[in-house]
């Protein structure tokens, strides 16, 4: 399938629309603020492109090019990487006809956002019985916390049961170091073998030790516990502490002080009846982290609609990635993220580009590219934050990420049906455009790890509708062999595809700008500016 009846919509994307009334050198201010700036990033050249390839389809290949070329780092937080892709983005944006959306005056289309490093440092474990002090291993044992110091000095250890319910338990675990055993931590649905662990915490546990008798080894936990953790500066980090033990370990602190075979003993734990027991055991556990702060930007850009009174509809992609992520003797050591998500960059930039071309619509369209969402979705969990706009005021949040998976003419999935108000215009509008619509919600497999799901957790309606995700062949392919790897790169991205998803982007914000066909909430008052 061609593009067939949206050779016209796209073509009206090229007309020209008069300079908007900001200069240039705004941007340009703005840009030298951020930290590291250089001279003014200009996009790669125009690669030649195959003959039948539509304007659109031409648009989307520069983007990509660019923003995963070499050049660009990885687009890693705080890199030049990332000042080389907000200068790209910004000037592309600017051209456009966007304003600045931050609403921000100090602060126009950059967006500060604190992102803070953690990474384990040190980890010790002592265990006394009585006043006896055991030897312990070191290499058996791996202490790590999510504060920057934690220590738990002389607390009794006590064993808890696979089906103890840490609510019931919880006045046994205040100050005690729960110990389970992995083998009997197996994951419930859309649970990790650590929620376990959590819930114990959360229930007032002052440490738990993991005994890692099952598939886990100390070397997989460790090496996965060691990698940095991210959180926005300001958010409360806890001072949490988990301790991980060899079996081997285990079995050298249990059995001396009378609790028989560590097998008998699994098998007591896993027993339904089983009540939590403390076993005369006490530990010392002392974990610390380093700490460095990654100073980064969320870009926001802003077309006027007629009724700022009305409320927004908001365009999110991510704009970063790993940057280097492979070491030699690998050739190639840059994570370009062509696909994850060059692609979505490009896909709202010609939304915008197409929208902007037109007459104005009622409600505001805001740009949003987000930084650290490789990292938790932190740029978007600031701007829900700290919003340039309320947040009732976001009628719709249209979230782009990892497109550029497939062809044209393949029916389209939305990421997040069934969790907000906007399915039946989705619905609408796909069948305005002749599009099919996967049925059922697999693709909501995929829901929280996108921008998406930190609007949803603030209730601001949030769905990712694209056809990159209806080839489940296609995208278990790029998960298993491109996915976070150096081989994300701009050679393998089909356009066809998200050539259609800026179109459907454009009129799903057409739409959700309609006060007369998207009446939407009422939206909170807005007296002069939101701040
Ligand atoms: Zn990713």
Redesign the pocket.
């Known amino acids: 399938m061609g593009f067939g009846h949206m050779g016209a919509r796209a073509r009206a994307a090229w007309r020209s629309r008069p300079r908007p009334h900001a200069t240039w050198s705004a941007l340009i201010a703005a840009v030298l603020i951020m930290p590291g700036a250089i001279a003014l990033a200009r996009p790669a050249p125009p690669a030649p492109v195959a003959a039948r390839e539509n304007p659109i389809e031409a648009a989307l290949r520069r983007h990509v090019e660019t923003l995963a070329s070499d050049d660009f780092g990885g687009r890693e937080p705080g890199t030049e990487g990332e000042t080389r892709t907000l200068r790209y983005l910004a000037r592309q944006w600017f051209d456009i006809g966007l304003v600045s959306g931050t609403n921000d005056p100090g602060n126009a289309w950059f967006a500060p956002v604190e992102i803070v490093e953690r990474t384990p440092q040190s980890s010790r474990a002592t265990f006394q019985h009585g006043r006896r002090r055991l030897a312990v291993d070191a290499k058996g044992v791996f202490v790590v916390t999510s504060g920057l110091r934690s220590l738990i000095e002389d607390a009794p250890l006590l064993l808890v049961g696979k089906d103890t319910n840490p609510e019931t338990a919880r006045t046994e675990l205040a100050g005690r170091i729960a110990v389970i055993l992995d083998s009997q931590s197996a994951a419930v649905a859309g649970t990790t073998p650590d929620d376990r662990a959590g819930r114990l915490l959360d229930a007032g546990a002052a440490a738990v030790i993991t005994v890692l008798d099952g598939t886990r080894t100390l070397d997989d936990v460790a090496a996965r516990r060691r990698r940095p953790g991210y959180a926005l500066a300001g958010q409360k980090l806890g001072g949490d502490l988990q301790a991980y033990v060899s079996p081997e370990l285990a079995e050298a602190l249990f059995e001396p002080v009378g609790l028989g075979k560590f097998m008998a003993l699994r098998q007591a734990m896993a027993a339904p009846g089983f009540v939590p027991r403390l076993i005369g055991l006490t530990g010392t556990l002392e974990a610390t982290s380093s700490e460095t702060r990654i100073h980064t930007h969320n870009l926001i850009g802003k077309l006027p609609g007629r009724r700022h009174d009305l409320g927004a509809v908001l365009l999110v992609a ?1 704009w970063d ?2 940057g280097r992520c492979a070491d030699p003797p690998a050739e190639h050591l840059i994570c370009n ?1 062509a696909v ?2 060059a692609s979505g960059l490009a896909v709202i930039t010609e939304a915008a580009r197409i929208l902007a071309s037109a007459h104005p619509l009622d409600r505001d369209i805001y740009f949003l590219a987000t930084t650290g ?2 990292l938790g979705l932190l740029g978007a969990q600031a701007f829900a934050e700290n919003p340039p706009l309320p947040l009732d005021a976001i009628m719709a949040v249209l979230n782009v ?2 497109t550029g998976l497939v062809g044209p003419g393949l029916p389209v999935s939305v990421i997040g049906a069934g969790m907000t108000d906007l399915d039946d215009s989705i619905a609408t509008v796909l069948r305005a455009m002749h599009r099919r619509q996967v049925s059922g919600s697999a693709a909501n497999a995929y829901v929280r ?1 996108q921008d998406g799901w930190a609007f949803i957790q603030h209730d601001v309606p949030a769905v990712m509708v694209s056809s990159a995700y209806s080839d489940p062949a296609r995208l278990e392919k790029f998960m298993d062999e491109r ?2 790897r150096p081989t994300d790169v701009a050679s393998q991205v089909e356009y066809g595809g998200m050539a259609e998803d800026v179109l459907l982007q454009v009129e799903l914000a057409r739409y959700f700008a309609d006060v007369h066909r998207f009446a939407g909430p009422p939206v909170p008052r807005q007296d002069g500016p939101v701040r």
Do not use: I, K, P
């Open positions: 991510h990635h790993f993220g994850d998500n969402e490789e990420d990892s790890r996915y976070h």
